[in-house]
């Protein structure tokens, strides 16, 4: 059985740039719904009830058969990841090993704040836009959908949800509104620290 995680802070902890009401509906209802379906499905799969969620999603990315499962299963670990992309005061420059490594990588924060931007602004309807390592390089990317770097073994180290549910309570249509705030004050740049390894 896979079970909904706790959001890692309280959820007024983010208002206004992201209202208790969105976080109420898109972790209590939406992300609940997830995991609820995801169960439902495995019900009698014993093989693949046993695996973790990373392993299950990976095993099943390539069967269309599996389809269904595997948007909820995916959908399940992108929205546990981007709970965790973001804190409260957060947003702004990173420091340490992963401004170096953007400096790097990118060129500097301006560049990689304009490519995220980029990445999540251009995603044509659902989807995700992701910071990543592929190929030992920092990447941006982005994914329609459930679609996630860990189906192809990819590193994540951030994402933003533009689902429009994510953003439509407070932004309504204004997704490059929601995107400056995520990255001027939401991102969790010690969880995308950690996650580099
Ligand atoms: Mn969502």
Redesign the pocket.
Known sequence: MHELPKLPYDDTALDPVISADTLRF?HGK??QTYVNTLNSLLEGEEKLASLSLEDLIREIANDDSRGKMFNQAA?VW??TF?WNSMKPNGGGKPTGALKDRIDADFGGYDEFRDAFKQAATGQFG?GWAWLIVDGGKLKVTNTANAHTPVEDGKTALLTI?V?E??YYLDYQNRRPDYVDAFLDKLVNWEFAEKNLG
């Open positions: 898109h939406h992300h959908q992108n929205h981007y659902s949800d689902w549910h994510a």
